[in-house]
């Protein structure tokens, strides 16, 4: 079996002795016989450390990667500089505890501190936090930061990530709250049923909007702003976080909270996770924010110093009153993102936010002239539907035959495709004459 | 040191992208960035030297002993990294079709499976993210149970005053109101002050157990019985499960549901602050509230996902931090039915070595055996000495330690929590012993010097009201 | 002015019959240490004696702090959200809100009878 205690047979003996008793059953006399688990447990037996590599590895064999993906919806394939993945398996910060020593943690709350600024420089925010578990959790804590004694109730556009309505429901559940659908309308926010909406409710908490939205369209998202201040209410913009480079930014656009998923930062796909959530805000909001806040200081002898600050409104002081429960959060994905930063730098991001878009622009162009028809006509971001008429499940399975994971299949009929910098001419223009020869199969 | 944001200079990058291979579109006008945006400019270099200096003003299990009681700092086995890192972990996507995604599958029913056995559970959801998210989803799942069966007016979750500080705050989330209920003189649970505290408007009681002094409940089961009599589900908070691995199991004990933190019990990196993960067991009546996807099948028919009927939702995006499953089912199935058990039985000798050659200086809070950590109070000394617990934990700073947890539970006054783990050998533990004699020692001999530790870290004591008085949050560019 | 105080630490100054000031006491600040922040309640929020109606974040601990009167927020002191410190600095000068339409008040004491109050906490 495999082990990770040091201590021998013969040194454990000699411990238990010292601590005064006379076995290992002794010492657990303290658990109440009626509880005792009297049996083994029913597990195999243990492995080594080879035998634990090889059926890892013929387990992660069972799953088919694809060499080329068109795949988003809430999580993108960019390209991770090779410097991010040395400096996220350093042990120092791999195995360290959240950073409540500051004096032996002063390199994990400075890095929080850099990770902090480039989130506030990315969103135009005055503060970030120190990460959430993802976007969609993210999204959802922003709703009890625009609630109030007056204002309950919270809005959702229907054109938001289908994912992160579900868990803003589930939230909403839980602490009671009101969560109104706001209907789209040729692929983004219907504009003049939200304008309605919010008049006739003078209970609106905030409208949370996702830009550019899971269509892949920009909203008008400061003239959504307008209209959700205009009825007293908060702006929460959910936002993808290379697209930020490039697009105006939540602070432009008037928000009151941004949020989003960082995993487009540096890290893999993974299964889902973990990835990151980012929570940042102007400086009227800093007290609602939850999680983990840095703060620079200075020590006892004036140097620089960073801490952790702001904690009163955390569980650990505030308990019941706390406006979260959140303890532990995305602290090395949240390095991972700043490494990924500092290693694209502001031309990077511009640069991989442009290839990302011109290569969906140019997916577009081939899958119409292959015959797939854009269900919206709004500007896009790196992402957009097109309708599949020779059905989607046959034409992704084609490409599967490939090696290429195609769009998320929204319906039957109906697929989201995704570029990133990552995908070629070569493999796009392969992409579109598959479509090409499954249409005029169908046709012939 | 210097921030990122004040080394390199304008200019400087390194070569990560090939050049657009497709025409060029740029956002439209009207939405686009007016803003300037600062991130570093540095060499590739540059930017790999600041984190190794970064890193090495950091303090990890890696760097030393780590006893912070109630976080389980163990050992983060490197297989597990490994495993982590295999191409067909790290290369799915999250909506690819489930023919394509057996192995991940595997890992999440293979990971449900061995939960549920040591967990004594039926059913088991690995979407929550962390532990107090876990708390969340428990709770949630005692609220859809409740609401189902129309018993709308169970509002109350009942805490014990020791809990963790996530307990009553997660009850808050899910819109309960919280009790909050007396400890004995012994730190376990007041039978009295539960009789009196329970009725028709109980939803449910969290507890952890072994309890946040580190002692295990030996009432447990009348625990549990007094709040099933009175129509109230029993919540486990798993933050303790270091200690009964394989010895006891919460549903054995009467619990309905449970949360589990893989980064405490099994073996996955804190990486300052998370991702953890905090999967959510429940006994068979609750499986059909869990949220996310359920696994179904095996590997012969193939795994299938399902739904359940009357799911909560979701709790997060997705399938949960997967990579962190990775890692723990690494771990489980190296230690195997055998390992299991023995990683719990040496955590509980290595607190109870410790707390036997410490208690004739220092005062236990409960001097009796404890489970795989224990809280000693330093009232005494302070009074005495006017060291405070604050103080100590500073000094050890000094030897190269990681201080022990401070001031919790709020139940005991000048508390320090020692939890060692089980993977550290004896030779660590009398070290630490040692250095903890020997501040007991200054503290009475020389107590100014105490009172000013640390004084060999990098930096010494920070002003933390001046901090949070003048919130300095993010580097502010010049220009 | 003359000040009465509560035994939960708390000063009130009647300006009239029915209108207050009210604050937290020299001790009470002192016990509590630097304070960081402090949460008010809105203008024309009702307070209740003997109820929490504010607290006052140090950097560790976050306190409730209790009405000794009920009545009606008329005003609330803005300054002390920015400058927290002031209540340390100068805490019979810090005060948290005017309080109107005062129909009850928990059993205040006087400045000697309070100092007489302390000394017996101080010496437990």
Redo the contacts between chains.
């Keep these: 079996m495999g082990s990770f205690v040091p201590n021998t047979d013969r040194e454990q003996e000699e411990m238990l002795k010292e601590a005064g008793y006379k076995s290992f059953d002794d010492m657990f006399s303290c658990i109440p016989d009626e509880v005792r688990l009297k049996r083994p447990l029913n597990l195999p037996s243990g492995l080594s450390e080879m035998e634990a590599i090889r059926e890892m590895e013929e387990i992660s064999e069972k799953n088919v990667t694809f060499k080329h993906i068109f795949r988003g919806a809430g999580a993108y394939n960019h390209y991770i500089p090779a410097i991010v993945k040395s400096v996220t398996a350093k042990e120092e910060f791999v195995t360290t505890y959240t950073p409540y020593q500051a004096e032996i943690s002063q390199g994990v709350l400075q890095s929080i501190f850099e990770y902090q600024t480039m989130m506030c420089e990315l969103t135009g925010m005055d503060v970030a936090n120190a990460s959430h578990y993802d976007g969609a959790t993210a999204a959802a804590e922003s709703i009890p930061m625009c609630k109030d004694r007056k204002h309950k109730v919270a809005y959702v556009s229907s054109t938001v990530h289908p994912g992160t309505i579900q868990v803003m429901e589930t939230y909403c559940f839980g602490s009671n709250t009101k969560l109104v659908q706001v209907p789209s309308k040729d692929g983004v926010t219907d504009m003049d049923k939200l304008a309605k909406m919010l008049k006739d409710d003078p209970e609106a908490a905030c409208l949370v909007m996702q830009q550019p939205n899971f269509y892949g369209i920009y909203e008008d998202a400061t003239k959504l702003g307008e209209i959700v201040h205009e009825a007293g209410a908060k702006f929460v913009m959910s936002v993808n976080p290379i697209a930020l480079s490039v697009m105006k930014t939540p602070a432009e656009c008037g928000a009151d909270v941004a949020v989003g998923d960082g995993q487009p930062l540096g890290m893999p796909i993974a299964y889902g996770g973990p990835y990151l959530g980012f929570m940042a805000a102007p400086k009227s909001m800093m007290r609602k924010l939850p999680g983990r806040i840095v703060g620079e200081t200075t020590d006892d002898k004036g140097n620089r110093a960073y801490v952790l600050t702001l904690q009163a409104r955390e569980q650990h002081i505030r308990r019941e009153k706390a406006s979260s429960n959140i303890c532990s959060n995305q602290a090395l994905c949240a390095l991972t993102a700043s490494v990924y930063m500092a290693a694209m730098g502001a031309d990077g991001m511009k640069e991989a936010a442009t290839q990302s878009t011109s290569k969906a622009h140019y997916l577009m162009d081939a899958l119409k002239k292959a015959g797939l028809k854009p269900m919206f006509s709004g500007e896009f971001f790196n992402e957009f539907i097109t309708d599949c008429p020779c059905g989607s499940d046959k034409l992704l399975d084609a490409l599967a035959e490939k090696g290429i994971l195609g769009g998320l299949p929204l319906t039957e009929n109906v697929v989201l495709w995704c570029t990133t910098e990552m995908n070629t001419k070569e493999e796009m223009d392969q992409v579109a004459s598959i479509v090409a020869a499954l249409i005029s199969g169908k046709e012939a | 040191?210097d921030?990122?944001?004040e080394i390199g200079s304008e200019g400087r990058?390194?070569s990560?992208?090939p050049k657009?291979?497709?025409?060029?579109?740029?956002?439209?006008e009207s939405?686009?960035?007016?803003?300037a945006?600062?991130?570093?400019?540095?060499s590739?270099n540059e930017?790999?030297r600041?984190?190794?200096?970064?890193?090495?003003?950091?303090?990890?299990?890696?760097?030393g002993f780590?006893p912070?009681g109630s976080?389980t700092?163990?050992?983060?086995?490197k297989?597990n990294?490994?495993?982590a890192s295999?191409?067909?972990?790290?290369?799915?996507?999250?909506?690819?079709?489930e023919?394509?995604?057996?192995?991940?599958m595997?890992?999440i029913k293979k990971t449900e499976d061995?939960l549920c056995?040591?967990a004594g559970m039926d059913a088991f959801t690995l979407q929550p993210?962390?532990?107090?998210?876990g708390?969340?989803t428990g709770?949630?799942l005692i609220?859809?149970y409740h609401v189902d069966r129309g018993d709308t007016k169970r509002t109350k979750i009942i805490v014990p005053d020791s809990a963790?500080?996530?307990n009553?705050?997660?009850?808050?989330?899910?819109?309960f109101d919280?009790v909050s209920i007396p400890s004995q003189d012994d730190g376990c649970v007041d039978l009295d002050a539960l009789r009196g505290a329970v009725g028709d408007d109980t939803a449910g009681l969290m507890l952890t157990n072994p309890n946040t002094v580190g002692?295990?409940d030996?009432n447990?089961?009348q625990i549990t019985k007094i709040v099933h009599d009175a129509g109230g589900l029993c919540y486990y908070d798993g933050a303790n499960l270091n200690a009964?691995m394989?010895?006891?199991?919460p549903g054995?004990?009467g619990f309905d549901a449970v949360h589990i933190?893989l980064?405490k019990t099994f073996?996955t990196?804190?990486?300052?602050?998370?991702?953890?993960a905090?999967p959510v067991g429940c006994k068979e009546f609750l499986k059909q509230f869990l949220?996310g996807h359920h696994v179904a099948g095996d590997e012969n028919e193939g795994f299938r996902y399902e739904i359940e009927t009357k799911s909560?939702?979701?709790?997060?995006?997705?399938?949960?931090?997967?990579?962190?499953i990775?890692r723990a089912?690494?771990y489980?199935?190296?230690?195997?039915?055998?390992?299991?058990?023995?990683?719990s039985?040496?955590a509980?000798?290595?607190a109870?070595?410790m707390?036997?050659?410490l208690d004739d200086l220092y005062e236990m809070a409960y001097d009796?055996?404890c489970?795989h950590e224990f809280v000693m109070s330093l009232e005494p000394l302070k009074h005495k000495t006017g060291v405070s617990a604050l103080d100590v934990?500073?000094g050890l700073?000094d030897y190269g330690i990681?201080?022990p947890t401070m001031?919790?539970p709020l139940i005991v006054e000048e508390a320090l929590m020692i939890e060692p783990t089980?993977?550290?050998?004896?030779e660590v533990l009398d070290e630490a012993i040692v250095a903890l004699r020997a501040l007991y020692k200054e503290a009475t001999d020389n107590p100014e010097a105490l009172h000013?530790a640390?004084h060999n870290?990098?930096?010494?004591?920070?002003?933390?009201?001046?901090?949070?008085?003048n919130?300095?949050?993010?580097?502010q560019w010049t220009d | 002015m003359s000040l009465l105080f509560s035994k939960s630490h708390e000063w009130v100054n009647m300006i009239d019959d029915t209108t207050a000031q009210v604050g937290l006491t020299d001790y009470a600040q002192a016990e509590l240490g630097g304070l960081v922040f402090v949460n008010l309640p809105e203008e024309g929020d009702d307070v209740v004696s003997g109820e929490p109606f504010a607290d006052v974040e140090s950097v560790k601990a976050v306190s409730d702090v209790f009405s000794p009167v009920t009545g009606k927020v008329a005003e609330i002191n803005e300054e002390l959200l920015d400058a927290p410190e002031k209540i340390n600095e100068a805490p019979y000068d810090a005060w948290f809100v005017k309080v109107e339409g005062i129909t009850d008040k928990v059993e205040l004491i006087d400045e000697a009878a309070y100092k007489a109050y302390v000394s017996t906490l101080s010496e437990e």
């Design positions: 040191m921030l990122i944001f990058k390194l990560l992208l657009c291979d497709v025409p060029e579109v740029k956002v439209p939405q686009s960035r007016k803003t945006l600062h991130l570093p400019h540095v590739e930017l790999s600041h984190y190794s200096k970064l890193a090495k003003r950091s303090h990890g299990v890696n760097d780590y912070l976080c700092m163990k050992y983060n086995p297989v990294e490994i495993a295999f191409k067909g972990f790290t290369g799915v996507h999250p909506l690819q079709n023919r394509t995604v057996q192995g991940s595997e890992v061995t056995e040591i993210a962390a532990g107090a998210h708390e969340f709770l949630l609220k859809a963790h500080g996530t009553p705050a997660s009850a808050a989330m899910c819109g919280v002692l295990f030996k447990i089961l009964v394989g010895i006891a199991r054995d004990m933190n980064h073996s990196p804190h990486g300052g602050g998370g991702p953890g905090g949220p909560i939702g979701a709790v997060k995006m997705f399938h949960g931090n997967f990579l962190v990775v089912l690494t489980m199935l190296m230690l195997g039915k055998e390992g299991v058990p023995e990683a039985s040496n509980v000798l290595n109870n070595y707390r036997t050659k009796t055996t489970m934990a500073k700073l990681h201080p001031y919790f089980e993977t550290e050998p004896k000013s640390p870290t990098v930096i010494g004591r920070p002003d933390e009201v001046g901090a949070a008085r919130t300095v949050l993010r580097y």
